[in-house]
Nanobody
Framework: QVQLVESGGGLVQPGGSLRLSCAAS????????MGWYRQAPGKERELVAA???????NYADSVKGRFTISRDNAKNTVYLQMNSLKPEDTAVYYC?????????????WGQGTQVTVSS
């Protein structure tokens, strides 16, 4: 059984920063791509940022220059550093990962963490 557990969400003022973490645990042989998605009320889930096992990254245009995704392969953890936060960044943030669990390559999701940007 594989789990993704997120942490680091919360309430922050516009212009502030937050750092999200997502740790994978369980029967893990290897992890390919990892990423962060978000879903605001009444909107579809959208990709925020993704990172491959070799460290290549891509970002949504709306967060380029403000958010940075990184990973620690030794800890099976992906991070999202969010700077210059805006009210429109308010959403539930979900991490995901493509994990080979000794049997199959599967796509896993975390439970989500709320990020609220408000004064």
């Amino acid at each position: 059984q594989v789990q993704l557990v997120e942490s680091g969400g919360g309430l922050v003022q516009p212009g502030g920063s937050l750092r999200l973490s997502c740790a994978a645990s369980g029967s893990i042989f290897s992890i390919n791509a990892m990423g962060w998605y978000r879903q605001a009320p009444g909107k579809e889930r959208e990709l925020v940022a993704a990172i491959t096992s070799s460290g290549s990254t891509n970002y949504a245009d709306s967060v380029k220059g403000r958010f940075t995704i990184s990973r620690d392969n030794a800890k099976n953890t992906v991070y999202l550093q969010m700077n210059s936060l805006k009210p429109e960044d308010t959403a539930v943030y979900y991490c995901n990962a493509d994990i080979f669990d000794y049997l199959l390559l599967r796509h896993y999701w975390g439970q989500g963490t709320q990020v609220t940007v408000s004064s």
